[in-house]
T-cell receptor
Framework: KQEVTQIPAALSVPEGENLVLNCSFT??????LQWFRQDPGKGLTSLLL?????REQTSGRLNASLDKSSGRSTLYIAASQPGDSATYLC????????????FGKGTHLIIQP | SQTIHQWPATLVQPVGSPLSLECTVE??????LYWYRQAAGRGLQLLFY??????ISSEVPQNLSASRPQDRQFILSSKKLLLSDSGFYLC????????????FGSGTRLTVV
């Protein structure tokens, strides 16, 4: 059974710092990996998707990397801003069918102004 | 463009009452549809998924059921709510293909009292 772990569970840093959020998964035979952002009481917003054949994806100040063989992904946030405060969730998709995503429990991020 | 609608946003229901949450998708045909529940401290749990009209797969035994009466409509129901059914319910859709991720609705906060 696929398990996804996110470290750290919570992180509080001053504005302007560069951050790395970590995600690890037990079954390396993934189809793709997706990073989401969740604001309090809201749904999930997709940030980046990395296909199993890819190493990284970038969007603005966000960069996600994938090392399938070691079962790891990192989300890099450059020049953090208070608006980046949210919970960040990592999710893996095992197959190309209808199977759902397996989620980590998230990293709760607070950026101090 | 594709959009997903989920309602109601919040719901407070007494124990033993029925439940009906609705989710509709626009801008795509024959999507895979999903219901997830997010409980405090437990992360996101897949409850049901559907690959087509009338086709429902359940991931965990529980007090809930799901139905898909139309291609882009997914309904989560219960005949009698339990306290343990409280949580944040999220609907999502996806299509087959490694380049495609999951898109989530805005969620329903259900409190059973």
């Amino acid at each position: 059974k696929q398990e996804v772990t996110q470290i750290p569970a919570a992180l509080s840093v001053p504005e302007g710092e560069n951050l790395v959020l970590n995600c690890s998964f037990t079954d390396s035979a993934i189809y793709n990996l997706q990073w989401f952002r969740q604001d309090p009481g809201k749904g999930l917003t997709s940030l980046l998707l990395i296909q199993s054949s890819q190493r990284e994806q970038t969007s603005g100040r966000l960069n996600a990397s994938l090392d399938k063989s070691s079962g790891r992904s990192t989300l890099y946030i450059a020049a953090s801003q208070p608006g980046d405060s949210a919970t960040y969730l990592c999710a893996v998709r095992l197959g190309g069918g209808a199977d759902g995503l397996t989620f980590g429990k998230g990293t709760h991020l607070i950026i101090q102004p | 463009s594709q959009t997903i609608h989920q309602w109601p946003a919040t719901l407070v229901q007494p124990v033993g009452s029925p439940l009906s949450l609705e989710c509709t998708v626009e801008g795509t045909s024959n999507p895979n549809l999903y219901w997830y529940r997010q409980a405090a401290g437990r992360g996101l749990q897949l409850l049901f998924y559907s690959v087509g009209i009338g086709q429902i797969s359940s991931e965990v035994p529980q007090n809930l059921s799901a139905s898909r009466p139309q291609d882009r409509q997914f309904i989560l129901s219960s005949k009698k709510l339990l306290l343990s059914d409280s949580g944040f319910y999220l609907c999502a859709w996806s299509v087959v293909g490694a380049a495609y991720g999951y898109t989530f609705g805005s969620g329903t906060r259900l409190t059973v009292v």
